[in-house]
């Protein structure tokens, strides 16, 4: 037996790596993918989850930090800074932390999930809670890089998107194939076009027969790509993509085109009953924004658009203890209760409806 090495390593044939690369890893990848029998009987489809939310930090991001940050650390970086909605902020963290060297995150005042708040913190990074939304923190990091000693390490560094298209490489050892079609939640649509890449290398390669059809959903309020330009004030409840100018948006579309993909828009009503399904069905916590694979789905499929018996991949990038106060609303907005019980065996057995053995 062995442990699992992280995607560099365990990639490393595939990945624009040498010997002289100085791998900062937290045992990233690997992650399951587990048929959602529950999915499968809502659409006719064979739907299989990928949860990324078991990655070392809790989501997605840590396929791209571990390319960024061993190749910020190659290059010499001493601090590294980013913009973020909260994820990326937490894994850079980490992996700078790990790495030995700074980070310096920018993430938009109040908006982002307490869990990844703390992570930030807790790694030990320089948090600034900036007065503005996302895409106002991704031009200030972008302008900071380019003009002060700082290493980048946002999606629109190219590393980021060559780690994160190694969950590509992974859905399609245990599929034996590609899938016909790819779900994923949209915001910088950074992870859009990782998995496109990585599907577009393993046809090149003849691991696979096909390129999966790319289908991306972006929360109603925040939907740049739906509608065709740029949102000034994003809004909804899925924090983690309240984008508003997609830093990937052009390499996305391509995706799209080649792959005879799609982007769609859900409600965040929408979002929050499919979360509600992944969790109480399925088996699987994920936060709010990785629900719209699941809403994505569902939509599709009742629009009649999954052809049935056909192999669909649903990503949910990140995990659901990130941002977990959703789980504690009901449906209709109100709290959920807990039920108070004393400490007496058979009240409890008489309230739970069971008789005597
Ligand atoms: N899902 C989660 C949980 C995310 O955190 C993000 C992006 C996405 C989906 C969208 O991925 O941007 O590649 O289209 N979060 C970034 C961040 C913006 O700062 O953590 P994308």
């Known amino acids: 037996s062995r442990q699992w090495r992280g995607v560099l390593r365990e990639y490393a044939d595939r990945l624009n790596i040498s010997d002289a690369t100085p791998i900062v890893t937290l045992g990233e990848g690997g992650t399951p993918l587990i048929p959602a029998a529950a999915l499968s009987a809502r659409t006719g489809a064979k739907v299989w989850v990928k949860y990324e939310g078991m990655n070392p ?18 290059d010499g970086a001493k601090a590294v800074i980013c913009a973020s909605t909260g994820n990326t902020s937490a894994s850079a963290a980490a992996y700078a932390t790990h790495a030995g060297i700074k980070a310096v995150v920018l993430v938009p005042e109040g908006k982002i999930a307490m869990g990844k708040l703390s992570q930030a913190i807790a790694h030990n990074a320089q948090l600034l809670q900036v007065q503005g939304n996302f895409d106002d923190c991704l031009d ?21 998107i060559e780690g994160q298209k190694t969950a590509a490489f992974e859905v399609v050892e245990v599929l034996e194939d590609a899938p016909d079609i790819h779900i994923v939640p949209v915001g910088n649509a950074g992870n859009y076009t990782a998995y496109f890449r990585g599907y577009s290398e ?28 740029r949102v000034e004030h994003p809004e909804t409840i899925a924090s983690a993509i309240r984008i508003g100018n997609p830093a990937s948006w052009d390499l996305a ?73 959703w789980a504690l609303r009901t449906a209709d907005g109100s709290d959920v209760k807990p039920t108070i019980v004393p400490v007496d065996t058979a009240a409890i057995a008489e309230l739970l409806g069971l008789g005597q053995k």
């Open 202 to 229: 393993e046809l090149a390669r003849g691991a696979t027969t096909k390129l999966p059809r790319m289908f991306g959903f972006q929360a109603a309020g925040s939907a740049p790509i739906v509608l065709g330009h």
């Open 57 to 74: 930090t809790g989501s997605f991001k840590d396929r791209g930090m571990t390319m960024a940050m061993s190749k910020a650390v190659e």
């Open 253 to 325: 579309l391509n995706a799209r085109e080649v792959s005879d993909g799609y982007f769609g828009a859900i409600s965040d009503e929408k979002i929050l009953e499919a979360y509600r399904i992944l969790s109480a069905e399925v088996g699987i916590f994920v936060e709010p924004a990785s629900a719209i694979s699941v809403a994505g789905l569902l939509e599709r499929a009742d629009a009649g658009q999954i052809p049935a018996g056909s192999t669909v991949v649903l990503t949910v990038t990140g995990h659901g203890l990130k941002d977990p106060q």
């Open 140 to 160: 200030i990091a972008r302008d900071l890089a380019k003009n002060y000693p700082v290493h980048l390490v946002n999606s629109v560094n190219p590393d980021r």
